[in-house]
């Protein structure tokens, strides 16, 4: 699942970049459908680009919801609080943040989305998340 050339503003406040309903750049609802209880396990990354001399931070969450319904009950895949970055005071200085977690689940569909915010000058350049599911 990927989500390129985006070049979007990051606010102050938590806004969903990406996710598997419908904020991508495949066609359609690519929620995960589980028959049985299982692992859900995510990879990928965020870039973002400071747009000004001013030195900026970004702040991401990989959620999933709880299964009734695309935005409903979202829980974090990985540490609480998200995971920071923070460039110098460069315009265009880009960076990659990973992102990573895992989660059982019984049988279901499930939207993950990733979330970030920022502080400072920063803008969304790409992000990108693969997405398995294993027996539990």
Known sequence: MSRNNV???LSAAFAKVMDLASVHD????????LGFTARITISGNVAVANTAATASSARCDVQISDGTGPDNGYATMHN???LLLSTP???GYTIGLPL???VV???????IRVYCAALGTMQLSH???AVT???A
Request: zero cysteines; glycine letters at 16%; charged letters at 5%.
């Open 105 to 111: 689940k019984p049988p279901g569909t499930y939207n």
């Open 80 to 82: 609480p609080g998200g």
């Open 127 to 129: 992000a990108n998340l």
């Open 89 to 91: 005071a460069v315009s």
């Open 133 to 135: 599911a294993v027996a």
């Open 7 to 9: 070049f979007s503003a």
């Open 26 to 33: 495949q066609a359609g609802d690519q929620q995960i459908t």
């Open 100 to 102: 990573s977690g895992s």
